[in-house]
């Protein structure tokens, strides 16, 4: 008779199956016979659960702890005073959003208590490496990967030890080993056993293994009339330490620099219900501006009507017309960098109906065309108010380089992004851009000194990123 083996069954399958064996205090072959019995005898098990993400109200014994999308730590704490310390630390950490799933060793189960640990965290918490509800599925090495970062708070000579050593002798030792995530300690130990020839040699280890530690700090021990360096960091100072780590700082090189974007189309009315318009979706624009927000700039966009969400931290003013966008353009000025993304409509209707134009048996009424101001042209050719870096659009369908060098001499602007917006392309409305960047360094250069870079396709994200790096990039050499 055919064998089955457990571990080629698909991952949903499994899951399952270890919930179920877990709830029923079995092991998962006792749980797949029990299955197969009650099959054979007319009461298959229920399999809404194999699929629906609402169906099972049980989460595997230690499944990740992030549910909602927030950054999660599993604290181990180890056996020394300053354990009580640690609970103070789930708290800290759970201000700043982040989950926290505590392990216990036994010697902190000495100073504090699981039931603290778990009341603090809403976590159920962990002590033993042999527990059969957390290691059926191999409990240690979920809580030791479905994390984002490992804190050990207390850290204390003995676990520094283990660790430094690759020992794996319980459940906290064998987390971290097991880890591939970043580690943080934050050790405290009397200040002899820190100063000790042996916990020296395991620091200088652990640091060459790439394992972050806050403190020990210099203070009074525990012990009467001992002082030194061995005092656990405070809460607030090891919470710091781990967003730092969970969340390093981005570099913000358009810090203090306003930059001003257009995008979208303009609609032009020709009456009070129809108007000349394009196809810009606005998405280059947008993204644009979603960049240079993340890289610290105070942004402005100027946007005509389209279907996309304020990007967080943007200011955005909505325009119908082309009139409209150059009055709100200039008075967001002054700007360091103004990015013209805009489709901006060419013309408009000169003698736009006040009512609803109607068919009459004299034809067609005739719809006379006047020229729209040209913003980046008007903008490039400011005196005073002049960005020192004004960036254009070319969105072409034929000779593209050609015809966006001869843009960049024409309208008077610095760089010019061009396009092939050929139907073919799916450039408009879709979500990716084959752009090549035009560049001259002073206006007096003649259009055989553009620079001409090509970029492969990218989505209009990256192709943000990339533009916006560029700029941080000229921003820095010109200051
Ligand atoms: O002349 P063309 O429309 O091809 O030029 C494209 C560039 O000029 C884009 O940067 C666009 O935002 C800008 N433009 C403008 N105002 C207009 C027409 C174009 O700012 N009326």
Known sequence: MASLTIRKLDDAIKSYLRLRSAKNGRSVEEEVRVILRDYCEGSPAPTASLTSPSAPTERPAVERANTAGQASVTLII???IAAFKSMELIRRLKERHIDVRCVLTKAAQQFVTPLSASALSHERVYTDL???GSE????HIRLARECDLIVVAPATADLMA????????????????????PILLAPAMNPLMWNNAATRRNVLQLRRDGIHMIGPSAGEMAESNEAGIGRMSEAIEIAAAAVGILRPPRPRPLAGKRVLITAGPTHEAIDPVRYIANRSSGKQGFAIAAAAQAAGADVTLVSGPVELRDPAGVNVIRVESARDMLHRVEAALPADIAIFAAAVADWRV?????????????????????ENPDILATISKLKDKRPPLVIGFAAETENLIDNAKA????????????NDVSPATGVMGGD??????LTRDGKDISVDDIKVDSWPVMTKEQVATELVAKIAKTVEKNS
Request: charged share 25%; aromatic share 4%; hydrophobic share 45%.
């Open 78 to 80: 180890g056996g020394g």
């Open 130 to 132: 042999f527990d059969p």
């Open 136 to 139: 059926f599925d191999a409990g």
């Open 162 to 181: 283990k660790m430094a050593q690759g020992h794996a002798d319980d459940l906290a030792s064998a987390i971290l080993l097991a880890a591939d995530r």
């Open 350 to 370: 000169a003698n736009e109906g006040e009512q609803k134009l109607k068919k009459t048996a004299a034809g067609m009424p005739p719809l006379q065309l006047v």
């Open 407 to 418: 843009k960049i001499a024409r309208k008077g602007c610095d760089w010019i992004v061009a």
């Open 432 to 437: 990716r851009n084959t752009v090549h960047l």
